[in-house]
Nanobody, 124 residues
């Protein structure tokens, strides 16, 4: 059974930092792109960042570009999201996901596996 488990969410003040982790089990994802999405209450799911299977290509949503960094460790079957200079508008549930393609993308329809989500709350 394929499973993705996120961790690292929590409460932080504006301007602070948080690091999210997502570890997969049940199969290897070393040949798949991976991504992070987020969803705030009453809003649509939003693309945050994605990374290609090798880690060579990364993409970011406009609202997080320059503040967030995505990385992966294929040996650990894991993807990470380092979030700096956090803003209250970054408050959301953050989900990691595995793409069916080698390159990640901002299209959530290209992702087959999803974690359960981890809450990030940024106070002003």
């Amino acid at each position: 059974q394929v499973q993705l488990v996120e961790s690292g969410g929590g409460l932080v003040q504006a301007g602070g930092s948080l690091g999210l982790s997502c570890v997969g089990s049940g199969r290897t994802f070393s040949m798949n792109g991976m991504g992070w999405f987020r969803q705030a209450p009453g809003k649509l799911r939003e693309f945050v960042a994605s990374i290609s299977w090798s880690g060579s290509n990364t993409y970011y949503g406009d609202s997080v570009e320059g503040r967030f960094t995505i990385a992966r460790d294929n040996a650990k079957n894991a993807v990470f999201l380092q979030m700096n200079s956090l803003k209250p508008e970054d408050t959301a549930v953050y989900y990691c996901a595995v793409s069916r393609y080698r390159l990640g993308s901002r299209n959530y329809n290209e992702y087959d596996y999803w974690g359960q989500g981890t809450q990030v709350t940024v106070s002003s």
